[in-house]
């Protein structure tokens, strides 16, 4: 995440030919996700108190469109235009300081959340953990309330039956304590395979999220959609505003389909369409995780790209992010989440 963060810096200050768009209206929107608030001594999924405090603040200066997700999914799928500058708040885990110390900053300031909830750890009965309790009373107050499984298990390494009963152990849950079943689902850990992704669509799912970052466009894969992680590490100021204002790219023909990434296909190589209003594509640089630079970028017409570099993906995680000026003080962000097998599980 730190390389991440230092390589985006590096395309923020070498990218310096604005793109020229026909794109007059948002169609796409920025969803944030947080775990916990205030518990300092867990900085990966932690966000200090005094920094969420000048989120808050930043989200509700004027300059936002703060909505709740099940509207921007709806929008995004019926290909409707957004407010400039939509953005949403997820929360995935259902820790205890989403009730003590997340929820009542942000139902003060009247900013709408979606809490995924993974329903072991709630019955476990562990005081780290929300009760069913507390989730009522947070959907009592306006909170969405999503599908995280049961177990937050890694389900490209358990396997699709594995995981879609775990799944269904959760939505009976959600049944038997909500009286319904979440229609948003998050992948823990925010890993998924085509198959996957097929099976959450059948599941009757209106989306799936993960957690690689980019905004959420009209051209999104409903099943398959990103999320900027939030957390005390990368949460100060300037790069939080960064995020929160950046525009998808629009993209077509993407390639690969399945993010898992197989020994004989590593490294990939990532392709796609940019649409041809958007302009000043030499100024697009593209990072993948592990990389610490910038790799190659091949355009092969007009608006075909190609991300390519000799390294191969070491095993677990991996991201690719591709970005690039917009105009207006704002950036194009391209994200793209892939996985290679074999990874130590955490």
Known sequence: MRRLFCTIMVALTFCIAPA???LSEDKSAVVLLYHRFGEDSLPSTNIRLEQFDAQVAELSGGDYNVAALSEVVQSLKANRTLPKQTVV???DDAYKSVFTEGWPRMKAAGLPMTLFVSTDAVDSGNPNYMSWDDIRQ?????VEIGHHTASHLHMIHEGERTSVDDIEKASNRFLEELGEVPALFAYPYGEFDITLRDRMQALGFNAAF???SGPAAQWSDPYALPRFPVNERYGDMERFRL???TRALPIEDV?????VVTDDENPPIFGFTVDRTIRGLSAMACYPSHLGRAAELTRLSESRMEVRFDLPFPKGRNRINCTMPAGDGRWFWLGRFFYVPGGVLD
Not at 138 to 142: R, S, V
């Open 89 to 91: 708040i997820t929360v």
């Open 210 to 212: 993960a957690q690689f």
């Open 20 to 22: 020229m768009s026909a």
């Open 138 to 142: 947070l959907k009592a107050e306006g």
């Open 255 to 259: 390639v690969p389909l399945n993010p």
């Open 243 to 245: 995020i929160a204002r």
